[in-house]
């Protein structure tokens, strides 16, 4: 079974820090792997998608990698703002059968002034 | 705009009561997901529905209830056999069953009283 770990799970730093968010997974058989950023009390709003072919995509000041080999994915986060303070979660999934991903805990970020 | 609405943002469940959940879509999506959020947990799959009237349990189906008689809407049901219902609860859809990533309503923050 897929197992998704977020290391670290909390993380407080001064604003303009570039940050790095680590996702592992246990199963590299995987057919994609989606970032989310999570506001306390909201659903989940979609940052980045990458397909098991791709190696990284990039949204502004974000940027996602993939080394299914080695079943990390990071989230880089250049020149953090006070506005980036949210939980980021990132969802593996499977290649093959039904495709329902796994979720991992996600990290509470804080970026403050 | 598209998007995804999920009603009552707050609902109150007195023991012994059912009480039902609204998602509904309109981005043309096939594939329709309820997940469950504990704090200090990830999100858990309780059903999904990859077609309409078809739906399949995912990980912690007991206590809940779903239909799918329409392609826009998913409700959720929360009948009195769940015994620790409350949570934050989060509904999901996606283009189909191959996972073309996640878009997440609002959720809603259910309570017992």
């Known amino acids: 079974k897929q197992e998704v770990t977020q290391i670290p799970a909390a993380l407080s730093v001064p604003e303009g820090e570039n940050l790095v968010l680590n996702c592992s997974f246990t199963d590299s058989a995987i057919y994609n792997l989606q970032w989310f950023r999570q506001d306390p009390g909201k659903g989940l709003t979609s940052l980045l998608l990458?397909?098991?072919?791709?190696r990284e995509q990039t949204s502004g000041r974000l940027n996602a990698s993939l080394d299914k080999s080695s079943g990390r994915s990071t989230l880089y986060i250049a020149a953090s703002q006070p506005g980036d303070s949210a939980t980021y979660l990132c969802?593996?999934?499977?290649?093959?059968?039904?495709?329902?991903?796994?979720f991992g805990r996600g990290t509470s970020l804080i970026v403050h002034p | 705009d598209g998007g995804i609405t999920q009603s009552p943002k707050y609902l109150f469940r007195k023991e012994g009561q059912n009480v039902t959940l609204s998602c509904e879509q309109n981005?043309?999506?096939?594939?329709m997901y309820w997940y469950r959020q504990d704090p200090g947990q990830g999100l858990r799959l309780i059903y999904y529905s990859q077609i309409v009237n078809d739906f399949q349990k995912g990980d912690i189906a007991e206590g809940y209830s779903v239909s799918r008689e329409k392609k826009e809407s998913f409700p959720l049901t929360v009948t009195s056999a769940q015994k620790n219902p409350t949570a934050f609860y989060l509904c999901?859809?996606?283009?189909?069953?191959?996972?073309?990533?996640?878009?997440f309503g609002s959720g809603t923050r259910l309570t017992v009283v």
């Open positions: 969802a593996v999934s499977p290649s093959g059968g039904s495709y329902i991903p796994t």
């Open positions: 990458i397909q098991s072919s791709q």
């Open positions: 999901a859809s996606s283009v189909d069953g191959s996972h073309k990533g996640y878009t």
């Open positions: 981005l043309n999506h096939d594939a």
